[in-house]
């Protein structure tokens, strides 16, 4: 539920109600009148809100990848004979375009910054000790 409130303190803002395309507009476009800015008095209809908008913003990048103009038109990088292909070929398909929207969506983060190049140290858990064994009687500890 904080991951949740922390989202719509970021992205939703009452005041932006009359711009179009904004978050809290898509509220009231989609009948999500029950949403409120604390997600405490309304965590079950804030969620489904946002799952929605999740939805759509993935369907539009799908169709943005397809050039698709509507919901309604066929892809134009579909293969020749889709429609009537075996199950196999058409999962084949999905898995390409599907793999496609998720390696457009999914954030990497750089790590190489985390890692540590010197390993020449000993492993030393505490006071210059070793093992837990050797722990015993620490002065940290004791702390």
Not at 20 to 32: D, E, V
Not at 58 to 83: F, H, K, W
Request: aromatic share 12%; with cysteine.
């Amino acid at each position: 539920m904080l991951l949740s409130q922390d989202f719509y303190d970021e992205i939703f803002k009452q005041s932006s109600a009359a711009d179009r395309k904004a978050i809290c507009q898509l509220k009231f476009f989609f009948n999500f009148l029950q949403v409120r800015s604390y997600i405490s008095e309304c965590f079950l209809h804030a969620w489904e809100f946002m799952a929605t908008i999740v939805e759509g913003f993935v369907c539009l990048l799908l169709m943005e990848y397809l050039n698709m103009n509507s919901p309604s038109d066929r892809p134009q990088t579909a293969p020749d004979g889709i429609e009537a292909a075996n199950n196999l070929d058409k999962q084949e398909y999905f898995y390409t375009i599907t793999a496609t929207v998720v390696n457009e969506i999914w954030q990497t983060h750089d790590v190489s910054k985390l890692t540590c190049e010197d390993f020449t140290d000993e492993h030393v858990i505490c006071c210059g000790k070793e093992s837990v064994e050797d722990m015993i009687g620490c002065e940290c500890r004791s702390q």
